[in-house]
C-alpha cells in the first residue's frame, strides 16, 4: 500500500486508490481531472471518462470538476499576468503552473469552453450512451427506452408461470404468495439464481425468462439489461475486439468513483473495455462504505481489481 500524491506522477496503468469518509477523495479526483486536461496534449474534455453510481453523484462529481477546472484557469491567468491570485491556492495549481503555464492554461480554457460535452456519468448511462454510439455494433434499437424494471411486469409474470405449472397440482411444492416473491426477486436482478437447483430455482428461471421476452415484445430495456448487453459485446468473439478498440480510442482515460459499489456485471464491462497495462483507468472507492450490496454491490469484484 503507497500513499498517493496528487502532484506526483499521473496513474500511468490501472490504479485502485482507497479513500476513506472525510480524506478529501472527491477534492483528489477533481484535481486528478485537473491535471490530466492540463498535462496530456492528445486529451481533451470530450475524451475524459468519470463515472460514478448514482445521478446524483453524478451530478456533484460534474459541478465539483467543473469548480475546480474554473479555479485553476483562474490561478494560471493571474499567474500569467503576474497578479497575485483571488483565492488562497492548493498544491495542484502550484504544480501546474510551472513549466509550461501557457500550454497548460490553453487547454484548460478549452476544457471550461466544451465541459457540457464532458462525459461525467452513471456506469448504466455510460453503458447506454456507449451502445447508442457503436450503431450496428452495438445493436440497439433507437425506439427503446431505457428505465428501471417494471415491477407489475414481473409480478404477472410469476403469476403466469405459477399458474401454467400447478394448476392441476393438488400441493405445489411452493405456496403461491412464496412463488410471487421469489419470480420478482428473479426478475429485478441479475445475479445468480440460489439454491442452484430445486422448485424455487426451477419457478424463478422461468419466470426471468419470460420476463425476458415480454419486456422484448414491449421494447422495455431496463438499467441492467444495457450493463448486460455491452458486457456481451465486449465477449463477442466476432465483434469484442472492435467494440473494445473503439471505446479505448473514444476514453483513453477514465476515472471510476465509488468503486467499492460496482456489481460483478458492471465490473465484467470496465475490465474488458479499459484494463490494460499502457492505459490509466483509476478505480476510487472504501469499501467500508458499499452501500449497494442489496444490487449486487460486493467485495468480490472489488478485491479482483
Keep these: 500500500m503507497h500513499t498517493f500524491d496528487l502532484t506526483g506522477p499521473l496513474p500511468a496503468t490501472t490504479t485502485l486508490l482507497e479513500a476513506s469518509a472525510g480524506t478529501g477523495k472527491t477534492f483528489a479526483i477533481a484535481a486528478m481531472a485537473t491535471r490530466f486536461l492540463a498535462e496530456r496534449p492528445d486529451l481533451d474534455v470530450t475524451q475524459l471518462l468519470m463515472i460514478t453510481f448514482g445521478r446524483h453523484a453524478a451530478g456533484e462529481l460534474r459541478d465539483r470538476v467543473f469548480s475546480r477546472l474554473k479555479e485553476t484557469l483562474a490561478y494560471l491567468d493571474a499567474r500569467a499576468a503576474g497578479l497575485p491570485p483571488a483565492k488562497q491556492t492548493d498544491d495542484v495549481s502550484e504544480f501546474l503552473a510551472a513549466p509550461d503555464l501557457e500550454e497548460r492554461r490553453a487547454r484548460l480554457a478549452a476544457a471550461v469552453e466544451r465541459f457540457n460535452e464532458a462525459t461525467i456519468v452513471t456506469t448504466h448511462a455510460f453503458c447506454a450512451s456507449m451502445l447508442r454510439e457503436l450503431g450496428v455494433l452495438g445493436d440497439w434499437d433507437p425506439d427503446e427506452g431505457v428505465g428501471p424494471d417494471d415491477r407489475d411486469l414481473a409480478r404477472q ?149
Design 157 to 305: 409474470c410469476a403469476t403466469d408461470v405459477y399458474l401454467r405449472l400447478y394448476r392441476d397440482t393438488e400441493k405445489p411444492p411452493l405456496e403461491a404468495k412464496v412463488a410471487l416473491e421469489v419470480g420478482e426477486a428473479a426478475c429485478l436482478t441479475s445475479l445468480p439464481l440460489l439454491p442452484a437447483d430445486g422448485p424455487r430455482h426451477d419457478f424463478a428461471a422461468l419466470t426471468r425468462e419470460l420476463y425476458a421476452e415480454r419486456k422484448a415484445v414491449l421494447g422495455i430495456c431496463s438499467f441492467d439489461d444495457v450493463v448486460h448487453r455491452l458486457r456481451d459485446l465486449l465477449g463477442d468473439p466476432a465483434v469484442g475486439p472492435l467494440v473494445r478498440d473503439r471505446l479505448r480510442e473514444r476514453f483513453p482515460v477514465v476515472l471510476v468513483d465509488e468503486f467499492q459499489d460496482t456489481d460483478p456485471p458492471q465490473w465484467e464491462v470496465l475490465d474488458a473495455a479499459f484494463v490494460a497495462p499502457d492505459r490509466p483507468t483509476v478505480l476510487i472507492g472504501d469499501p467500508k462504505q458499499s452501500i449497494y450490496g442489496f444490487r449486487g454491490a460486493d467485495l468480490g469484484s472489488y478485491l479482483r481489481a
